[in-house]
């Protein structure tokens, strides 16, 4: 969510511009409404400068809006014929290998018939066989544009002019599907999967991640650690899958082609990108300053509804934390009628005024979930100082309210039971209604609902067939086979869900889990520091509950144990390997993961600690001769093939 209040980094970048303005006025041109030509092309300038250097201000749509119109005003404008330049903070100039344009866009399909027909007419120009033009049509990637020419990584700049952030690869960026340096232009992107699981709560958007990637300063630990484990990578474009055909076809089967372009790649993507790879053709379109005549990009407007707010009502999670929900003047977006939105948190709302009779912009794409983009019009907000649920003063964590009451709090109480039961999800039974029930009569703990003979069930108002089906449900609870680490999620740790919980048991057994130490869970892959203290602190909260339930006795299948698998006893493990030459067997790529899986450490190049060099076709007698001077074993493929037991 966009608030037009600059932050210290945004205001670094603006600063850079010597824009002859203060801070404040380039703030008021965010607010106003009605801009003179030369407070637009301002506006567009900062815009598009803390957008490039990942820290944008307003939305792309609404940059696009601002931009068109401009358009109409000043055609000639310079800033509207070159490529817009990102700003990066104190870093110099270099020339790019490559000139790097940006791409012209297309909103709707039948701005697409136009090009695909100026298309048509340049291959009648030059006398081009009309059935042989074919469209390529792939993902446009929403990162960081840059350019590897194998030996730096540049960013786009004006498009001529970029900056040196091979940095990026120096810090452990991978290339998308392991491939190789120096595959030109591309993009910096983050899985968007990984970003919504893990570092949603911290970053506000995917950019700030980019910008992290290649900033001068140290990366922070959390993106160190997305870049360690390859989920930020730098996607060639030219790695991309496609879709190629003909015009007609293209334009024929157009929305299922946008469709799966869409599903592609687990990247944020904000299109399509559209171009002809007949080169006579491309030669002849040629380009103008901006972008490549030949090449368009399809971009899909979000859906977005101004709405205003009536309240925003409290809501006590099972972890305390307190959410506001924000209920709205109903309004239809992407065919669903939308009466209520979760805002982020108290701190959004009181910063940026969500109160009774604020309109706020709401954006939908797709089927995602609706989320707040700006707030238009801010009103006194309204926070509460009690527990909706409890009454207890509400204290503020961060950017949330919490209830501090952790022990007699009936909606966390109520949210963790039900919790438990969900995500133990073996019985039915348990639900919201019969745990509200159940808690009115004072129940607050897991282990209590365990011991609730039949006739007590029936005192709290259920039938006499419902009490015994919850006895036999609870019973059967504990009997059906369950995995650990479901069991130890079920108890609702923050970070601590079904996958942290399946990686953290691969290292640990369930009842040794609550002796970790913040220092040995950041050695295990996938915990970040951040991640690990919150977990450790967690489980100390839940320990004294979690040990009188486990004695009850579960049905728990035990996690194996990474040391466990073959790795342990496989007869190169821990051995420091290198594959050099040409291999029989399979692709050297495969070999290293092979050797990986056995617990073995695969390196590029030999060293001291080397333990083998597996030698494949045509490598250099002076290269095995190094090796062994070195302390190296020398292996044949062959002879490592018997080392492993495979021959
Ligand atoms: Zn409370």
């Known amino acids: 969510m966009s608030n037009y209040k600059f932050n210290d980094n945004q205001i670094a970048i603006i600063e850079k511009l010597e824009l002859n303005l203060s801070i404040d006025d380039v703030e008021k041109l965010f607010f106003s409404n009605n801009h003179s030509w030369e407070e637009l092309e301002i506006l567009l300038k900062v815009a598009n400068a803390l957008y490039r250097s990942g820290y944008p201000i307003i939305e792309d749509k609404q940059y696009d809006e601002y931009l068109n119109y401009f358009k ?3 055609p000639e404008n310079p800033f509207l014929l070159s490529v817009e330049p990102e700003v990066l903070i104190d870093s110099k100039t270099v020339p790019l290998p490559k000139k790097m344009l940006s791409t012209d866009k297309a909103y709707s399909l039948e701005e697409i018939k136009k090009w695909t027909e100026r298309i048509t007419k340049a291959a009648s120009e030059i006398e081009f066989d009309q059935n042989l033009i074919e469209i390529k049509v792939t993902p446009k990637l929403d990162g960081y544009a ?3 020419d194998g030996t730096t990584l540049y ?13 990026a690869f120096e810090r452990g960026l991978k290339v998308a599907k392991n491939a190789g340096r120096g595959l030109g232009p591309g993009e910096i992107v983050i899985k968007k999967s990984y970003f919504n699981r893990v570092l949603i709560e911290k970053f506000e958007n995917s950019r700030n991640i980019q910008a ?27 790695l991309l899958d496609n879709w190629t055909g003909s015009i007609e076809e293209l334009l024929s089967n157009f929305e299922s082609i946008l469709e799966s372009m869409w599903n592609s790649v687990d990247f944020d993507i904000d299109g399509l990108v559209l171009e002809t790879t007949n080169a006579p053709i491309k030669e002849h379109m040629g380009s103008t300053r901006k972008f490549h005549r030949w090449q368009i990009a399809f971009k899909v407007n979000d859906e977005s ?83 909706p649920s409890c009454g207890a003063h509400l204290i503020w964590e961060g950017d949330h309210l919490i209830c501090p009451n952790k022990s007699d709090c009936p909606a966390q109480t109520e949210n963790t039971l039900i919790h438990f039961f969900k995500t133990l999800g073996n019985v039915d039974g348990f ?22 003979p039949k006739h007590q069930f029936v ?70 520091q951040l991640s690990a203290e919150a977990i450790v602190e967690g489980l100390a909260n839940v320990k004294e509950e979690f040990f009188k339930v486990y004695n009850l006795g579960f049905n728990l299948s035990i996690t194996s144990k990474e040391s466990d698998r073959e790795r342990s006893d496989s007869p190169i493990a821990g051995s420091l390997i290198v594959f050099t030459g040409s291999m029989q067997q399979g692709s050297r790529s495969d070999m290293e993961k092979h050797a990986k899986a056995l617990g073995a ?12 060099l597996v030698t494949g076709d045509k490598v250099g007698e002076t290269k095995i001769i190094a090796a062994r001077d070195k302390g190296v074993k020398v292996l044949t493929e062959q002879e490592y093939l018997k080392l492993i037991g495979e021959l």
């Open 459 to 528: 005192e709290f108002g259920f039938g006499d067939k419902t009490s015994q089906n919850l006895i036999d449900q609870l019973q059967a609870s504990r009997q059906i086979e369950i995995e650990d680490w479901r069991f130890l999620a079920a108890f609702g740790v923050t970070r601590l869900a079904g996958g942290n919980c399946e990686r953290l048991l691969q290292h640990h057994a369930i009842a040794e889990v609550f002796e970790i130490s913040v220092e040995d869970l950041v050695k295990i892959d996938g915990f970040a």
């Open 146 to 148: 840059a350019y590897d």
């Open 431 to 452: 639900g919201p209604k019969v745990i509200e029930k159940i808690t009115n009569q004072g129940i607050k703990h897991i282990h209590e609902i365990y011991q609730i």
């Open 305 to 387: 509804a101004e709405v205003e707010v009536l309240k925003v009502v409290p809501q006590t999670s099972r972890t305390g934390r307190v959410s506001p929900v924000a209920e709205l003047v109903p309004t239809k977006l992407s065919g669903a009628t939308l009466s209520r939105v979760t805002v982020h948190h108290y701190h959004m709302v009181k910063t940026n005024g969500v109160g009774p009779g604020a309109i706020i912009k709401l954006v939908r794409s797709g089927l995602v979930i609706p989320k707040i983009e700006q707030v238009i019009k801010p009103a006194e907000p309204e926070l509460p100082e009690n527990c």
């Open 601 to 612: 450490n695969v390196a590029k190049s030999v060293t001291g600690k080397t333990t083998y």
């Open 212 to 238: 992290a990637i290649i900033a001068e300063k140290k990366v922070d630990e959390d993106v160190q650690k997305a870049i360690d484990k390859g989920v930020c990578v730098f996607y060639p474009f030219s």
């Open 72 to 74: 109409t005003l000043d």
């Open 155 to 167: 960013t786009r700049g004006d498009g001529t002019r970029g900056q040196d952030i091979t940095r």
